[in-house]
C-alpha cells in the first residue's frame, strides 16, 4: 500500500507559478511511475506529467510550463506550475504506480492522493 498527500494548492494569478508537493509513504520505490493529473467540474481527469526513471512526460497544453521532478530522500514529487493559465484551474492529484508504457493515462495508476485546489484568476 502506498499514501500519498498533497499539497502546494492556491489561488494565484495569470500568468504566476505554483509548486504543488506529493508526500508518499508506504511501500514506495524510487523507479515507480509517478504522475499529477487535473480534474475541472464536469470535465474527466486528465495527466499533466508523469515521471519514469529518467524520462518525463506531458500532453501539449502543459509543456513547457509545468515540470514534475522528484526528491528520493524525502519520498516526495513535485509538480512545479509557471505561467499558469486561468484553464489550469482544477484539483489537481498525485498518482503513484502501475503501467509505465501509458504514464498519462488515469487507468495505469494504483494510487491516488485527496487533491489540491489549484484557482488561477484571470
Not at 19 to 38: E, I, M, V, Y
Not at 64 to 79: C, E, H, M, P, W
Not at 97 to 109: E, K, T, V
Request: net charge positive; charged share 20%.
Amino acid at each position: 500500500q502506498v499514501q500519498l498527500v498533497e499539497s502546494g494548492g492556491d489561488s494565484v494569478q495569470a500568468g504566476g507559478s505554483l509548486r504543488l508537493t506529493c508526500a508518499a509513504s508506504g511501500d514506495t520505490s524510487k523507479d515507480s511511475l509517478k504522475g499529477w493529473f487535473r480534474q475541472a467540474p464536469g470535465k474527466s481527469r486528465e495527466g499533466v506529467a508523469a515521471f519514469y526513471r529518467e524520462s518525463t512526460y506531458y500532453p501539449s497544453s502543459v509543456k513547457g510550463r509545468f515540470t514534475i521532478s522528484q526528491d528520493t530522500a524525502k519520498n516526495t514529487v513535485y509538480l512545479q506550475m509557471n505561467d499558469v493559465k486561468p484553464e489550469d484551474t482544477a484539483m489537481y492529484y498525485c498518482a503513484y504506480g502501475g503501467d509505465w508504457s501509458r504514464p498519462l493515462s488515469r487507468s495505469a495508476y494504483s494510487y491516488w492522493g485527496q487533491g489540491t485546489q489549484v484557482t488561477v484568476a484571470s
